[in-house]
């Protein structure tokens, strides 16, 4: 049975996601609703702008429908998805999830003439080599709670952590070539 993706589709870099998501031989469903959640085995909250994503969560009605189905099903929030995830931001404006025990800080990597992209070690992946991760204007994870495994580091800050089902990058994985860290992701999904 092919696996479904749920990707929230509300704003951000969501196509790229889908593309990898195809790729892997899974079925990408955009998720703009709640009932949208229904036939996903897992789910990826995508970069973006998280004040509008705040905004926009609220406006579909998705606040509740997101924590519900993330209680009994994977998720992946990569940058401004990871400040949607975390348990506390630094900004009043974006109301997050709280599906991971973290404390973040948005844009802590600097303005968007400051994003970068380097190589990151994730011997925990298939595959020989490293990871090119881009940052752009990225989230910085400022504290994890004891439950939280840190599995990337850079600069000796966690950039990619994860609680039980819930998992959290600081980077965007979706804008290369290298699918690994999908690969990760729907291993960890339903059929």
Do not use: W
């Amino acid at each position: 049975m092919i696996k479904i993706i749920g990707i929230l589709a509300l704003q951000g870099d969501f196509a790229k996601h889908a593309e990898h998501i195809q790729k892997l031989g899974a079925l990408p469903r955009l998720v703009k609703k709640p009932a949208d959640l229904e036939p996903c085995g897992g789910l990826i909250i995508p970069g973006g702008e998280s004040t509008t994503m705040t905004k926009l969560i609220d406006c579909f009605g998705l606040h509740e429908p997101l924590r519900a189905f993330a209680r009994n099903h994977p998720v992946l929030g990569t940058c401004a998805g990871l400040i949607m995830v975390a348990r506390q931001v630094d900004d009043e404006r974006v109301k997050p999830l709280n599906l991971i025990d973290i404390a973040v800080s948005r844009n802590a990597y600097g303005r968007q003439i400051d994003s970068f992209s380097t190589e990151l070690s994730i011997p925990f992946l298939n595959g020989s080599g490293p990871f090119h991760a881009v940052f752009i204007r990225a989230p910085q994870i400022l504290a994890t709670g004891p439950e939280v495994e840190t599995l990337i580091e850079y600069n000796h800050q966690p950039v990619m952590v994860r609680n039980k089902q819930v998992i959290a990058l600081a980077f965007h994985p979706e804008l290369t070539d290298d699918s690994r860290i999908h690969e990760y992701f729907l291993k960890e999904c339903r059929e």
